[in-house]
């Protein structure tokens, strides 16, 4: 089996509201590009990747000369093919491997006949646990419904997803709002959910001595783990006498920084992103040294749509010390590419697809509704905020929003 052709698409799918992170916004819509690797013998293998609201389209076809007549199957190949750690400091193709990867996993298990939990061992559960994910949100503006800004707005948020889907650990994006209005909400969500696992994610926007100050103030909180209090493993290093959990999804993204926190322990818990990674395969490597070094491990959620979705669950399906439920943006979306809808949630989980490959299907009428929106709408800035035209954060910041200020009006 040999590659004869590589596909790339970008699709625009809406949100139920524009999500707000302290770097900017996902503007009420995702930006993915969706990767289709056909082999001679007629099967097509599925990838896809994000761009922070850009394309990523011309960078994919840019590979197909790359690509062209490689075997599938030498997935070690691959890596150096397009993606040689040297190179990579001219032309980073990190997150492009990963959704090359994608499709040959799927090429692989649907010549084969297997799922492909079992190319990389064999699941060890069937259904991924998964935390609600919350953000603060701004209405969206079609509709004037969405709104998440205030600290009952959060509670009620979190109560109704946990109701619709089961979720028992609660995640909110911080780093939006001055610290002690985000603690406000934060104790808010924790008495409205009692009982339940909570986690807490400024993405490294505050400084040290604020990160301290928070950190001390909900350490009687049910806190499942404190992710990404401030940027850089020494400043997380300096948390660690807090006695709350560190987790990370931004400085612990490849194995020589992996190294260096078991060296030099700054993270208790590492966030694996099979595209930050390089693919599911990587992931799992990493996994096994964090299972070596006694390091807990999760499924990080970079605003996936299914077919990312379904390498977050063949890659849960398969660690063994995975002790966290999963992040997923996927309950904020209106809508998916692929046959079937949307993957359901079952008291807080999903299940791990069974069928040959990824085990999902592109909805190719799905795919060419979302990429004429695309055409419409065009990219967006994820480092921009709609809300404040010309901000742009500090790190660690002290440009915070106004929770009551006016809301854009237009997307």
Known sequence: MHIVDIRATTVTVPLEAPLLHSNGAHWGRFVRTIVEVEADNGLVGLGELGGGGQSAQDAIAGLREYLIGHDPFALEALRFAIANPTASLYNNRTQLLAA????????????????????????????????????????????????????????????????????????????????????????????ATAGDLLRYDPNGALSVSQARRFGRDIADLPNDYYEDPVWG????????????????????????????????????????????????RPCIKAAAVCETFQLGVAV??????????????????????????????YHHLTDDIIIGGKLPYIQGEIAVPTGPGLGVTLDHDKVEQYAELYRELGNYPYDRDPGRPGWYPLVPNDRWADPTADQPTDL
């Not at 889907?165 to 808010?188: A, D, I, N």
């Not at 006498?241 to 818990?269: K, S």
């Open 233 to 280: 493993l020494n400043g997380m290093r300096s948390l660690r006498d807090l006695g709350i959990p560190l987790a990370t999804n931004t400085v612990v993204v490849n194995f020589e920084q992996l190294a260096t926190n078991v060296r030099d322990p700054a993270v208790d818990v590492i966030l694996l992103d099979t595209t930050f990674w390089g693919g599911i």
């Open 100 to 191: 090359i990867e994608f499709g040959c996993l799927d090429l692989i298990g649907q010549q084969l006949g297997v799922p492909v939990h079992d190319l990389l061992g064999g699941r060890l559960r069937d259904t991924v646990p998964f935390a609600s994910y919350l953000f603060f949100r701004y209405a969206n503006p079609a509709t004037g419904v969405g709104e998440i800004r205030s600290p009952d707005q959060l509670a009620a948020q979190a109560l109704d997803l946990k109701l619709r889907y089961g979720f028992s650990v609660h995640k909110l994006k911080g780093g939006v709002f001055p610290p002690e209005y985000e603690l406000e909400c934060y104790r808010t969500l924790a008495e």
């Open 300 to 329: 990080h959620s970079s605003g996936e749509l299914g077919i990312q979705l379904a390498t977050m669950l063949h890659l849960g399906a398969v660690l063994p010390n995975l002790d966290h439920a999963a992040d997923a943006h």
